[in-house]
């Protein structure tokens, strides 16, 4: 028996070494399975967080950047008064250098609002992008801005040593008499205005005048306090109510304009309603000859489609005598049927054609972009609108000015239609 045991015994240790090596190699590979595992949830989690990092790096920029964008767009409406206050008091000659930087200042803030207007209708992917503009909206703000302080604390240094206080407040005084009576021809405007326009209407007119009345009462009882206080001899102590009163009249003056150009346009807008009203009936006739010879059904249900939009907005803006109207409700009526009309007879018109019924549409609709762009300009200017509602202000006001600028009728026609649409767009937003 001896013989067959060591044979069984060397048998019985090699099958237990195999077993060893096996179930070691299993635990190694399982053991680097599972450290594989680790590192790529690690390395997951690492590139999440990396990519929560960057969204909230964007979202800070385009925070910063709006902020920003909305303080500079105030400091420059405040800059107004300011250079106002300087020219009345130490005269053109000595404010030059700061209406220079003001000037500057609204070209960095347009620059500004075109980087903003390019951000945010930039592609979804478009990171890179709209990173770089916010960046580049915060130096453009922040240089303007510093710029601007840099001028308003040199005029407030100057004001406390001016020793002509008295012949200040002459001027004062003779400006806010002027501002008076324009004051009352407005007020009678408007009154004379309400017999023919709505209430909604006259709004903002009417506004306009009581604001004006409000920054003159406040700019005489400045100069009413600083008046005893002034010596004829040396430095007055003065100065910050001359400031005070100078840039309320500054604020009136522009109130009273304000309430000018908006009896204007709507006398303007009348006027332009009843033009368009005969260029739609004249385009009806068109797209009805243009109805029976049109090529396909679907072209003859964009003519059939477009005939209905222009009937309806000559029905609305019919004319009841006796009646207010709301004259720049009734331009956007006829443009928008307009448009459309345009849309479905283009193939049917030769390029003449086109370019006489561009003209013909181009005075009222431009009479309605301004008259938008200026409700939206006063409401963004009682404070609070968005970053994003003065951006699309501005959009609209760039689109005013190529097409002003455009000399073929169509495109003008059309960047007038972008400026419509970017107005209303910023209404939205500041009422939001």
């Known amino acids: 028996m001896v013989p067959y045991a060591l044979p069984l015994l060397a048998a019985t240790d090699a099958a237990e070494l195999a077993r060893g090596t096996i179930v070691a190699v ?3 590979i399982v053991l680097v399975l599972l450290l594989g595992a680790g590192a790529f949830v690690v390395l997951f989690r690492r590139g999440g967080d990396r990519g929560r990092r960057g969204a909230t790096s964007q979202a800070s920029l385009d925070s910063q950047a709006a ?16 250079v106002g206050f ?13 209406d220079s930087a003001l000037t500057d200042a609204k070209l960095q803030l347009t620059e500004a609002f075109r980087l903003g207007q390019q951000r945010d209708t930039a592609a979804s992917d478009a990171e890179q992008l709209r990173r770089r503009n916010s960046r580049q909206m915060i130096a453009i703000c922040e240089k303007a801005l510093a710029n601007l302080d840099r001028f308003d604390a040199a005029f407030a240094e100057r004001r406390r040593t001016e020793v002509d206080a008295a012949q200040t407040v002459r001027a004062l005084r003779e400006q806010l008499c002027a501002l008076r009576d324009r004051l009352l021809h407005s007020q009678q405007e408007c009154a004379d205005a309400a017999h023919r326009f709505g209430e909604v209407v006259l709004a903002p007119a009417a506004r306009y ?4 009345e409000a920054f003159l009462d406040r700019a005489e009882q400045e100069l009413d306090v600083a008046s005893p206080e002034i010596s004829s001899t040396g430095v007055n102590a003065v100065a910050d109510r001359l400031h005070a009163a100078a840039t309320e009249l500054h604020r009136a003056d522009q109130q009273l304009a304000a309430s000018e150009r908006a ?52 029905t609305e803006t019919a004319v009841d005598p006796g009646a207010t109207i709301d004259p720049f409700t009734q331009l956007i009526a006829l443009g928008d049927a307009g448009a459309d009309l345009d849309a479905a007879l283009a193939t ?11 003209r013909a549409a ?22 609070g609108a968005s970053a994003s509602a003065r951006t699309r202000l501005a959009e609209a006001e760039r ?34």
């Open 86 to 98: 300087a020219v009345a008091q130490f005269g053109a000659a000595s404010a030059r250098d700061f």
């Open 348 to 358: 049917a018109r030769n390029q003449q054609q086109r370019f006489e019924h561009a």
């Open 263 to 314: 009896l204007a346009e709507l006398a303007d807008a009348e006027l332009a309603v009843g033009r368009m009203r005969d260029t739609s009936a004249g385009d009806l006739r068109e797209a009805r000859l243009a109805l029976e010879r049109a090529p396909d059904p679907d072209t003859g249900a964009a003519i059939v489609a477009a005939i209905a939009a222009v009937e309806k907005a000559l």
């Open 362 to 383: 181009y005075r009222g609709t431009l009479i309605a972009a301004r008259s938008q762009i200026s409700a939206v300009r006063e409401l963004i200017g009682r404070g």
């Open 26 to 28: 299993v635990a190694l």
């Open 209 to 212: 005048v009581t604001h004006g």
């Open 399 to 432: 689109q005013l000015m190529i097409a002003e600028a455009e000399t073929d009728p169509v495109e003008a026609l059309d960047a007038i239609r972008r400026s419509v649409t970017h107005a209303r767009d910023a209404d939205a937003l500041a009422r939001y």
């Open 67 to 82: 902020a920003l964008l909305v303080s500079l767009d105030d400091r420059v409406r405040d800059a107004h008064n300011e």
